[in-house]
């Protein structure tokens, strides 16, 4: 008997991490310069154990940036869709840090965003050096990265 509450005391606080987990969204936007080829929110702040999943079109994807990963992080990269029957990616973000990610097709144009999951500490100094050399390499939307990580906390 004594096995049995042991169990079910173990499978009730499993189980509440995933009540308090939530799901975010992330928005592809293609404006008008200099709105074009940006993700929506920029910058978004979510909590060890809480998704994001990115929509847009076929024309566009989203990718983790080697040099912006948390140490013991997955990478991750996959197309964005509006077509029906179709999911655009979902990546669970179960580490504490400051992600970068982008648009590999449209990165030159500074199509890139933030996500940062909990303490941030961990990783911000070299996910900032990494954005600031990424980004000498834009094309257009130079300055986004440098703004983004002015909002992060």
């Not at 009730?12 to 939530?22: E, H, P, Q, R, Y």
Request: positive net charge; charged residues 25%.
């Amino acid at each position: 008997m004594l096995k049995i509450k042991k169990f079910m005391l173990l499978l009730l606080l499993f189980s509440i991490g995933n009540v308090f987990a939530k799901e975010h969204q992330v928005k592809m936007l293609n404006g008008s310069a200099p709105d074009m080829f940006i993700f929506e929110p920029a910058v978004l702040n979510i909590k060890k154990g809480d998704t994001v999943t990115w929509t847009g079109d076929a024309m566009h994807n989203s990718a983790s940036i080697k040099e912006m990963l948390p140490k013991g992080a997955k990478p991750w990269m996959g197309k964005l869709t509006k077509k029906a029957g179709e999911k655009s990616i979902s990546v669970k973000f179960d580490i504490e840090g400051l992600y970068g990610y982008n648009c590999t097709p449209h990165a030159m144009f500074g199509m890139v965003g933030i996500i940062t999951v909990g303490d941030v500490s961990v990783n911000s100094k070299a996910a900032k050096t990494a954005a600031k050399k990424l980004e000498e390499k834009f094309a257009a939307g130079k300055g986004r990265f440098s703004k983004y990580l002015l909002e992060v906390k």
